[in-house]
């Protein structure tokens, strides 16, 4: 079980994060919804360990995590797919790949077949630059290389931003096999609601840096969606 618990979080005296407290469960998929800017990210980037907070817990297991680094955090088993992607444009793919490796407990050097299996593109163009793939390409690579860390936890940050809709589902398909098949737990930032609705099991709407609401995704109600999330 993955817990967040009364995380408070400021960029130097503002404050991004307020009291939010969110659990993810081995097998199950956790959506993050919000507006623009309501902290989103920022509460990814606390449970990575790219940022700490000034208050809370993070907990996965019986371990506390609150204070170790990102790389501490990877060879934990948390799995992290960016806003945006962040693929080295000027590394192989299979390069890209490999960094995803240094995550791993086991110290294994070689990209696992897996991988491959789940995304063929990855093998289909393994020599060619990373900078060199279409945004969907991306996506896949970047989870990809996620996986490669082998996490038993994984979170993406709007993962299906900018994507064509039959890699979307592809996604949602794969991460689905990922919950069940290796009882992973999966977080995500998510926009769009048939997204959350067909491939995610919970969600929690954030607004202005704290949980305004929470459930089982198959109840998320009209109310919420047009108080926290239409524009
Ligand atoms: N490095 C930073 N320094 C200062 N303020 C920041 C920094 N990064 C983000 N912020 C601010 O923190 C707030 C939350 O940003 P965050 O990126 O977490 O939002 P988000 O919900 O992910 O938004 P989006 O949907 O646009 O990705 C915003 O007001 C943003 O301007
Ligand atoms: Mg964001």
Do not use: W
């Not at 019986?62 to 204070?67: A, P």
């Not at 945006?84 to 995550?103: A, C, D, M, W, Y």
């Not at 096999?177 to 998510?190: D, F, G, K, W």
């Amino acid at each position: 079980m993955l817990k967040i618990e009364h995380l408070d979080f400021a960029y130097g005296e503002v404050n991004i994060l307020q009291d939010v407290s969110l659990e993810g469960a081995p097998g199950r998929i956790v959506s993050l919804m919000g507006r623009n800017g309501v902290g989103k990210t920022t509460l990814l980037r606390n449970l990575v360990g790219l940022e700490l907070p000034l208050s809370g817990r993070i907990i996965l297991g019986d371990k506390e995590l609150t204070k170790l680094g990102s790389y501490e955090r990877a060879k934990m088993g948390i799995g992290y797919v960016p806003q945006g992607r962040q693929i080295f444009p000027k590394l192989t793919v299979e390069e890209n790949l490999q960094i995803g490796l240094s995550g791993r407990k086991d110290g294994q050097k070689s990209i696992p077949e897996e991988i491959y299996e789940l995304f063929p593109i990855c093998k289909e163009m393994g020599s060619r630059m990373g900078g060199d793939l279409s945004g969907g390409q991306q996506q896949q690579l970047a989870i990809g290389r996620a996986l490669a860390g082998d996490p038993s936890v994984m979170v993406l940050d709007e993962p299906t931003e900018g994507i064509q809709p039959n890699i979307i589902k592809m996604i949602g398909n794969i991460l689905q096999h990922l919950a069940m098949s290796r009882n992973m737990t999966i977080i995500l930032v998510e926009q769009y609601l048939d997204f959350v609705h067909e491939f995610t099991d919970d969600f929690y709407v954030m607004n202005r840096g704290r949980i305004v609401a929470q459930g089982l995704a198959a109840d998320l109600s009209p109310e919420i969606v047009k108080k926290y999330l239409s524009i």
